[in-house]
């Protein structure tokens, strides 16, 4: 059975994960119920302390390599960037990497995750937020980021400056079907540019916000 573990996670745990982000961005376009914050509170509780052990068991390199090539293909030149749902910030790491003097704030629904991704960095600053609503002022940020997570696109938008750059990536999303991307993009308003990558099992959008 162990030797299925990864097959089944690829082919099939992966994928409808990541279609589940999409439905649920669709689903809870206006935010997270209070039922669904009491479960995350409590499901990242439990999980935040050995997250970073199932990244690393699962393959790092094949967890973020849609992620990796879509950092490589951006254009915009950040100095304020947004990582929206962190987790133990994963993201904001390889980010603050990259763009080492752009000031990155990081947001994630759960606090234990939070909590666990502070002690990782003082340069990052981490936020407590629901993605759909987001604590921060219109058109504040050159970059947004997402990985693996409910794209909500009018939220991530609003705090986006014109000219600046959404990065999306899916660790599986290369086999979401071309159908209901399309439909999802749909919603994506305000861009001038959407761009599309599948890299391995992953899946990368760069949408770049019209002027």
């Given amino acids: 059975m162990k030797a299925k573990t990864p097959w089944l996670q690829q082919r099939i745990i992966g ?14 376009v206006k935010g997270f119920p209070w039922w669904y914050e009491r479960l995350n509170a409590w499901h990242y509780r439990f999980q935040a302390q050995r997250y970073d052990q199932g990244v690393i068991a699962s393959g790092e390199t094949r967890y973020a390599q849609a992620l990796e090539a879509g950092l ?48 990782r960095s003082s ?41 600046g750059q959404l990065l999306i990536a899916f660790t599986s999303g290369a086999r979401v079907p071309a159908l209901l991307l399309r439909r999802w993009l749909a919603h994506a308003q305000h861009f001038g540019k959407v761009e599309m990558g599948r890299t391995g099992d992953g899946l990368w959008l760069i949408l770049t916000k019209e002027l």
């Fill in 15 to 28: 994928p409808l994960i990541d279609l589940s982000y999409l439905l649920m961005s669709l689903l809870f």
């Fill in 72 to 119: 490589q293909a951006l254009s915009v030149h950040p100095s304020r960037i947004l990582d929206v749902n962190t987790g133990t910030g994963f993201v904001a790491q390889k980010l603050l990497a990259r763009f080492p003097h752009a000031q990155i704030v990081a947001t994630d629904l759960s606090e234990a995750m939070l909590a666990h991704a502070r002690q």
């Fill in 123 to 163: 340069q990052i600053e981490f936020v407590r937020a629901d993605t759909a609503r987001l604590p921060f002022a219109d058109e504040s940020f050159d970059l947004v980021t997402l990985h693996n997570g409910p794209p909500h696109l009018g939220e991530m938008t609003r705090v986006l400056r014109p000219g």
